[in-house]
């Protein structure tokens, strides 16, 4: 067990709730906007990778029970099974908790190999809860997002990472 | 456990990760078994549908204002070009819609004739295509058309080629229709060519179903059209399905292996028609 937070250049910044709760809105608002049918496969999940950044650099607001219930508002605006989405969420983030020091102190392209993991695993749940329900068949394509999503996470990292501010509490 | 803590508690209270995990997990598979059993849930959606349905109108706006601007640079001669090709495609039309007119009639004598049942004129509604889920595997989509609209659950859904699926959740503005392709939906055909009456099942694969527990001996060819039989009283009859694209009467199953293409296809903003069916309460989950 670990007492206190590792020191380091980037320690004095963070993000105000409002930049938090505005980049889940975008990224969900992401996650619903239209996408060519043809490559559908590759459609990354905006909302879950925007989920893991949170989870990372403010795991003190961001926890499995708020992303339970970003999965399962992801399961109402597909229209699928209600808790699908909802637990494999709650996994992933779970998981990135037990990893989250280490991810802290990563710089954002060595997290990216980590984060393929996790939504692998967000994948696998996934299917796992489809299974179980009576869905059987899942193709190998079923993973090509995955790789999009991986691809998607440098340029959130940079895009979010020019969001932070001083943090004022570490100022005072 | 790690501490999960800005503020550097030094024995932080709380729920662990581990047990917070745990909770969520029996409260997933509560809605799960919920929804997917006894489909308790309906009300919450219907809600939750009413708050998503302008931020889904909000977010096809870029991808409609492009439409707009790229169809206003439009070129004369493409316009030409369309403007005859439609012309022409509605001097065909139009003739073919006389010879139905006068074979309609005549279908209609012949059947007062043998004091057969009626058919009735179908009634539809042009809607469209608002949303597609991100996993592709649902197969559904999601139309701008709900119970304001008139809008039931059971209600086919059809395109200008053929059988598209069925209306499975209707809600105030918006409404869920499940494709033909998916693992739980089920049709009732016709081979135009021989008469033959069978079923045919998704598979959960994209532009794939099967006709099963035809017998090995049975007629059907590859290219043969599968129309809607209308003995459910679910879809009205004579919509075009599928067509057959493999036709495996020779294997060592118990049942001829028929796979075969849905003729219908989705995308987004393109129109489709909700048929109302006279008698449509037989509704499928």
Known sequence: MQFVHPKGPSMPLSHRRSVIVASLFIAFLLNISPWPVASLWLRPDFLLLVTLYWVIYQPGSFGIGTAWLLGLLVDVADGGRLGQQALGYAVTVFVLLLLQRRMFNFPPWQQALPIAGLLLIHQLVTILVATFVGDTRYPLAYFASILTGTACWLPLCLLLHRLRTPNTAEAK | ?285
């Open chain 2, 1 to 285: 456990m790690s501490v999960s803590d800005p503020h550097l508690a030094l024995f932080p209270r709380g729920l662990s990760a581990g047990s917070k995990l745990l909770i969520y997990l029996l409260l997933s598979i509560a809605v799960i078994t919920a929804d997917t059993e006894f489909h308790a849930l309906n009300r919450f959606r219907a809600a939750v549908n009413v708050l998503l349905y302008p931020l889904q109108n909000i977010v096809q706006t870029p991808w409609l204002t492009y439409n707009r601007v790229t169809s206003f640079f439009v070129k004369q001669a493409q316009l030409q070009r369309e403007n005859s090709a439609l012309r022409q495609s509605f001097i065909q039309y139009s003739l073919s819609t006389q010879r139905y007119a006068i074979l309609e009639q005549e279908n209609q004598r012949l059947r007062t004739l043998f004091r057969l049942q009626q058919h009735l004129p179908l009634s539809t509604q042009a809607a469209e295509i608002l949303s597609i889920p991100r996993d592709p595997y649902q197969h559904q989509f999601t139309l701008n058309r709900g119970s304001a609209q008139g809008v039931q659950s059971g209600q086919a859904i059809i395109d200008e080629t053929g059988l598209l699926g069925q209306v499975t959740r209707v809600y105030p503005y918006s409404s869920d229709v499940t494709l033909v392709t998916n693992k739980d939906q089920s049709v009732p055909v016709l081979v135009q060519r021989t008469g033959l009456r069978a079923v045919l099942f998704g598979t959960g694969v994209d532009g794939l179903t099967e006709i099963r527990y035809l017998p090995h001996n049975t007629d059907i060819r590859n290219g043969d059209l599968l129309v809607t039989s209308g003995l459910d009283g679910v879809y009205p009859a004579g919509l075009a399905v599928a067509r057959v694209i493999q036709a495996d009467t020779g294997g060592s199953s118990a049942f001829a292996t028929i796979l075969c293409k849905p003729v219908g296809a989705i995308d987004y903003h393109r129109l489709v028609l909700i048929v109302a069916t006279p008698a449509s309460d037989g509704v499928k989950h």
